[in-house]
């Protein structure tokens, strides 16, 4: 294992792993403050057990049955953080295993029972939080205070659902004939395989597994392959905060083959995806010969729309968060910033100005608000789209080239004169670049917003309210900020319509994809 960054960071203390909860706190606190660089992260968080490398099957860690592994890079870097074990097929299949032997038990369990483990394993991410947060910073890239945020946000979701789990309530129904009582049950539905991107690599996890245990599901986790070790980790909480074993299954490594086993497996019952709009069809279709229940949450191609009335601060402020965070690498990032002709200039200049001063650097160095991409093929990407738009006639204000750091380093990026023939109006670009789009009316930017087979998030800048109104409920989205930016929460419901995804994630409406329902007739009830 090599980790050469000099980044300086100040590290939430070792940890000894314990099974008790407040001695893990004593230790935690006794430990906190110390300061070092990101190798000696990479030492803490192994000697604290949160570095895991091996699967987690029916409640053992395992490594792969042939010992392969895949090596999980540092992006920032380039250099190896560990080496993981790269499972496939068989692992995928006593992982369903043990879920399905471990799904009676576990939603046998009262709800309230559930619900103080789900609690348990809330507390120790947020003792943890530090720790995860490098790790994610370590294989992920994104700046740490970032990194730190998305664990707080991730954990956020284990503990509502910790809170819902005993809100799962039925029907009694008027019956049709008065001999007849009519009840409607939701039950957990069994197996859920749960398959993850690498853009947040807590959050994505505890969005879907938090409703899933909550429910009395049981889960086979598939993390991507880049960012494996924060899914370990929390995995290793979930163990130390009493999840039975195989409750909360993780494998990765071969991803099709994985995935194939989770799919054509009769046991499992739900699949539960979040990634790209490719990826995510292949997955439906191959659910279709087992009927499983699918959510899908995939790529979008959000309009940031800003209107002449729109408070310049309010929308620049808005468009930069919701454009720029994580690098812009996330599926509700503005991919398209529409603004009214009125207005167009000044914004273009005051945003300009703004994206200048974002700080591009290693995740772990104090004041980064940019890190890398999250691979070659990723700056690649933008590197094509970028020129197909100069090559159109759009006309790059700030940055449009690779960062002189090198690896993965992308400026920070301003196009102006951008317009919709254009690759990046049409796909998402997933990178820091914003494209300034010119239009005159509303039902120009209502229009243009919809022109799109996504429909995940969409954001607009205005100050009159009943402008708001009408371009809220015209916009064909899942999700709609108004003079925000950063709207995502647990909640709300998050998700896309069109071809950005089916169900929602978060909130009470998260808890349905993992609840079938049943109707009880009884009859013969005037019987004495
Ligand atoms: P991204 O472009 O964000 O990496 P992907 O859709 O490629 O999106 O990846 C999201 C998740 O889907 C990752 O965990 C990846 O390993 C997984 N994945 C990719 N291809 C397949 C597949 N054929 N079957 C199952 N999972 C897959």
């Not at 789990?165 to 009582?181: E, H």
Request: hydrophobic share 40%; aromatic share 6%; with cysteine.
């Amino acid at each position: 294992m090599v980790i050469g960054a000099a980044a300086r960071v100040a590290i939430g203390g070792c940890r000894k792993l314990v099974s008790s909860h407040t001695s893990l706190l004593l230790v935690s606190s006794q430990c906190r403050q110390m300061s070092m660089d990101a190798q000696s992260v990479s030492e803490k968080l192994r000697s604290c057990g949160l570095l895991r490398t091996q699967g987690l099957i029916g409640g053992k860690w395992i490594d792969s049955y042939d010992k392969k592994t895949i090596k999980v890079n540092n992006p920032a870097t380039g250099e190896t953080v560990a080496d993981v074990a790269c499972m496939g097929t068989n692992e995928t299949n006593d992982a369903i295993a043990s879920s399905y032997e471990a799904f009676p038990s576990w939603s046998k369990l009262t709800a309230g029972e559930r619900s103080k483990v789900l609690r348990k394993w809330y507390d120790l991410l947020i003792a943890h939080k530090e720790e995860l947060g490098q790790l994610i910073t370590l294989e992920q890239g994104k700046p740490l205070k970032e990194a730190i945020g998305e664990v707080a946000y991730g954990a956020s979701f284990i503990e509502y659902y910790a809170e819902e789990a005993k809100r799962i309530y039925g029907d009694i129904i008027p019956p049709n004939l008065s001999d007849r009582r009519l009840l409607v049950l939701k039950q957990p539905i069994g197996v859920v395989g749960a398959i993850t991107p690498w853009n947040f690599p807590l959050a994505m996890i505890t969005r879907k597994v938090g409703p899933a245990l909550a429910s009395g599901c049981t889960v086979v986790v598939k993390p991507s392959e880049l960012t494996p070790l924060t899914a370990l980790a929390a995995a290793e909480l979930a163990l130390q905060a009493g999840v039975p074993p195989g409750a909360l299954n993780v494998v990765m490594g071969n991803a099709p083959e994985i995935g194939d086993a989770l799919l054509t497996s009769p046991q499992v019952r739900k699949i539960t995806f979040t990634g790209s709009t490719a990826v995510g069809k292949k997955l439906m279709a191959a659910a279709a010969p087992t009927v499983k229940k699918v959510s899908l949450e995939l790529g979008g191609n959000a309009p940031s729309i800003v209107f002449d009335d729109a408070d310049l601060d309010v929308a620049i402020k808005g468009t930069l968060a919701a454009k720029f965070r994580n690098s812009g690498q996330t599926c509700v990032c503005a991919n398209r910033v529409l603004v009214q002709d009125g207005i167009y200039d000044k914004f273009a200049e005051a945003f300009s100005e703004a994206v200048q001063k974002l700080e591009v650097g290693d995740g772990f160095k104090e004041g980064t608000t940019q890190g890398p991409l999250i691979n070659d093929a990723a700056v690649q990407k933008v590197e094509s789209f970028v020129e197909d738009a100069v090559s159109k006639g759009a006309k790059i204000i700030l940055g449009g080239k690779r960062h002189s750091l090198g690896m993965t380093f992308y400026e920070p990026t301003v196009i102006r004169d951008v317009s919709s023939n254009m690759l990046m109006s049409k796909e998402e670009i997933f990178g820091p670049v914003a494209p300034l789009i010119r239009f005159k009316t509303e039902e120009d930017a209502i229009r243009i917003a919809n022109d799109t087979i996504a429909g995940l998030a969409a954001y607009i800048f205005t100050n009159s309210v009943q402008r708001s109104w009408r371009v809220f409920e015209a916009l064909e989205y899942g999700l709609v900020g108004v003079n925000e930016g950063l709207i995502s929460t647990e909640v709300a419901p998050f998700g896309g319509v069109k071809q950005s995804g089916l169900g929602r994630e978060g909130s009470k409406y998260g808890m349905d994809e993992y609840l079938e329902i049943k109707y009880v007739c009884l009859g013969d009830m005037n019987r004495h």
